[in-house]
């Protein structure tokens, strides 16, 4: 595993953010933060402080679980490497793993389900993921968090797309697929990274202390002149995130 360069936690949020913005926490208001999402100013850190609460709508329960101390690094991985790239140890990845979370194991497991006839909304998604990564276009972010580059890495974000980056030719993944993981001493601490009972318990702890919490209350970072119910209305207001 080769670390790239380092990069900010206010850049990984802006990514992760815009893997999310499609779903429908954002139905509501997304005409009014599509600009903040798309065409980010990192520099701009009431802007980072809005692509926060929103990625907070979602992921707070996440988010919060990952080391203070984590720094992000844009790598990138050997054929060695892969063997030690874990998928997420939640939902559908739980049942399909049958207990090995290695990546190579599931996309070997949805290869022969493929190869099977087999149908499935996975399975699905996965072949349409595999089909799209085949034809030229932007890089497409997947995030990763580990104790170091020597230990084995779970992904954070991206489990879809990088096990279907498995089931096709290896320069497709590096032409594809931009590589970034979060770092810390303390992340076997995360349960996310390793699910035990201490992590868990910790983790429930952080769910009830931050249920009131108004993290994710975008507003309070909003003038309000520029909480408008026109699109138009709001872009007037705020301008575009890249005026000067």
């Avoid at 499935?120 to 072949?127: A, M, Q, V």
């Avoid at 209350?217 to 705020?238: C, F, I, K, M």
Wanted: proline share 4%.
């Amino acid at each position: 595993m080769k670390k790239i360069r380092r990069i900010t936690e206010a850049e990984v949020i802006s990514e992760f953010l815009k893997a999310e913005f499609y779903h429908r926490e954002f139905d509501a208001d997304r005409y009014k933060y599509e600009n903040f999402v798309f065409d980010p100013n990192l520099m701009d850190e009431n802007e980072n402080a809005i692509r926060r609460a929103l990625l907070y709508r979602r992921r707070a329960t996440m988010w919060r679980e990952i080391p203070e101390d984590t720094q992000w690094w844009e790598i990138e991985l050997e054929d060695d490497d892969l063997k030690r790239v874990n998928v997420f140890p939640r939902a559908h990845w739980r049942r399909l793993s049958a207990g090995n979370f290695q990546a190579l194991h599931v996309a070997e497991r949805l290869r022969r389900q493929i190869e099977r006839g087999k149908n499935s909304e996975l399975l699905s998604k996965i072949n349409i993921l595999r089909t799209r990564l085949q034809y030229e276009g932007p890089k497409s972010t997947v995030m990763l968090i580990g104790v170091d580059e020597s230990q084995p890495v779970t992904l954070l974000e991206g489990n879809h797309r990088f096990v279907s980056a498995l089931l096709v030719p290896r320069q497709i993944m590096l032409r594809r697929l931009r590589l970034v993981c979060g770092f810390s001493a303390n992340m076997d601490k995360c349960c996310w990274y390793k699910t035990d009972l201490v992590n868990l318990a910790h983790y429930t702890k952080n769910r009830i202390k931050h249920l009131w919490s108004r993290e994710a209350d975008v507003h309070r970072l909003v003038p309000e002149s520029a909480q408008s119910t026109e699109p138009g209305d709001y872009v007037n207001a705020v301008g575009s995130p890249n005026s000067e």
